[in-house]
């Protein structure tokens, strides 16, 4: 039997953390995520998902993943666009046996914050700019998990310089200004401490996912993604079933989201 992960979250009390449960049923019991007829939704994100293992997942992982499907359904193209961000960013995290530190986009929040505090619009589009062009660079993480898990059981994430792996960075100034895109205040709410349990967490794995979810829920972010997501669209699909065409599309959206990210700057 294949199992499936349900993971159920309640607070005992209004100042309790979550209590988490888990319960393993069988896969065979769970209908598939029907489509919803648009590029971005559900069905594309849950089946590129389902490619990393849930097993290797952490609970608080599996919470986050949850989300960003249901956001992706929104009507709205900037929710599509920020669910498809963040889960994109997310499988970079989850595809390497060994997980790298969270450096680079601690560093990159902290930068993007200090910018905008200081009005500095400028040099937070070109931050987010040089962001996106660093997580187009290792975008083929993704597409190796498909073609030769084994490399990537042995594959290294991103390290970069700063203290403590980047544990620390300025997370609620970061979600403060992601709030600012927020369609359904229900789901950032949900999304937001989901987040906070992963920046919280004493795992490197925990922390890298928290980290690179909250950059990519930034506006700049979102806003490069959301001009380059037709092509990211067709990676996710090329994910999911395993296309042979999936060097290509990778390619594809390599190019796509440079592009972007030189359009944005």
């Not at 896969?27 to 594309?44: K, T």
Request: charged letters at 10%.
């Amino acid at each position: 039997m294949l199992p499936i992960i349900l993971v159920l979250l309640f607070a005992t009390s209004a100042l309790a953390a979550p209590t988490v449960q888990v319960i393993l049923n069988s896969i065979d019991e769970v209908p598939p995520e029907p489509s919803n007829g648009r590029p971005i939704g559900a069905f594309l994100l849950t089946n590129a998902f389902d490619v990393i293992d849930g097993g290797e997942k952490n609970v608080n992982i599996h919470y986050l993943l949850d989300i960003l499907p249901q956001m992706s359904n929104l009507p709205d193209k900037t929710s599509q666009a920020a669910a498809l961000a963040q889960a994109v960013a997310i499988m970079i995290e989850l595809s390497t046996g060994y997980p790298g530190d969270a450096c680079v986009t601690s560093n990159f929040i902290d930068f993007y914050v200090n910018a905008i505090r200081s009005g500095n619009v400028r040099a937070a589009r070109a931050a987010a700019a040089s962001h996106v062009r660093g997580l187009a660079s290792v975008l083929n993480s993704i597409t190796q998990v498909v073609l030769n898990p084994v490399t990537s059981r042995f594959a290294n994430g991103r390290r970069g310089t700063c203290q403590a792996g980047g544990a620390a960075y300025q997370f609620e100034a970061a979600w403060d200004i992601a709030s600012s895109n927020a369609a359904s205040a229900d789901l950032f709410q949900e999304q937001y401490c989901a987040v906070k349990r992963l920046y919280n967490g004493f795992s490197a794995i925990s922390r890298n996912v928290g980290a690179a979810a909250t950059a990519a829920a930034l506006p700049d972010i979102i806003e490069i993604v959301k001009e380059a997501s037709g092509a990211l669209v067709n990676l996710l699909v090329a994910v999911g079933s395993g296309s042979g065409n999936i060097v290509q599309a990778t390619s594809v959206a390599q190019q796509a989201l440079i592009s972007a990210a030189n359009n944005r700057s």
